[in-house]
Nanobody, 120 residues
Framework: QVQLLESGGGLVQAGGSLRLSCAAS????????MGWFRQAPGKEREFVAG?????AYADSVKDRFIISRDNAKNTVYLQMNSLKPEDTALYYC????????????????WGQGTQVTVSS
């Protein structure tokens, strides 16, 4: 069992930055792949970034967002730069056994989400 707790969301102006954190507990981080997903109102949940032995990004955030992890703290981060209004969404952290995938249905463990709002 893995428990996830996100933090770091908020309101930011377009062009600004935020860093999301996801603290995981319950399983060794070396065997866990982490993913960030987001869901805007009226839209499906979509993959943002994933990390296990490598990293992966959605095309819409590539070169703006960076996913990283601190295994000693069992925490994964999402550094979000050059934010755009279209990045506004509820951001979720998710976990599964390695490797990471881009499909939300393949992640059994989810956090409660943290809201990111980007104003124009």
């Amino acid at each position: 069992q893995v428990q996830l707790l996100e933090s770091g969301g908020g309101l930011v102006q377009a062009g600004g930055s935020l860093r999301l954190s996801c603290a995981a507990s319950g399983r060794s981080s070396s065997s866990v792949a982490m993913g960030w997903f987001r869901q805007a109102p009226g839209k499906e949940r979509e993959f943002v970034a994933g990390i296990s032995w490598s990293t992966a990004y959605a095309d819409s955030v590539k070169d703006r967002f960076i996913i990283s992890r601190d295994n000693a703290k069992n925490t994964v981060y999402l550094q979000m730069n050059s934010l755009k209004p279209e990045d506004t969404a509820l951001y979720y952290c998710a976990a599964r056994r390695v490797p990471h995938t881009i499909f939300a249905a393949e992640y059994p463990y989810w956090g409660q989400g943290t809201q990111v709002t980007v104003s124009s």
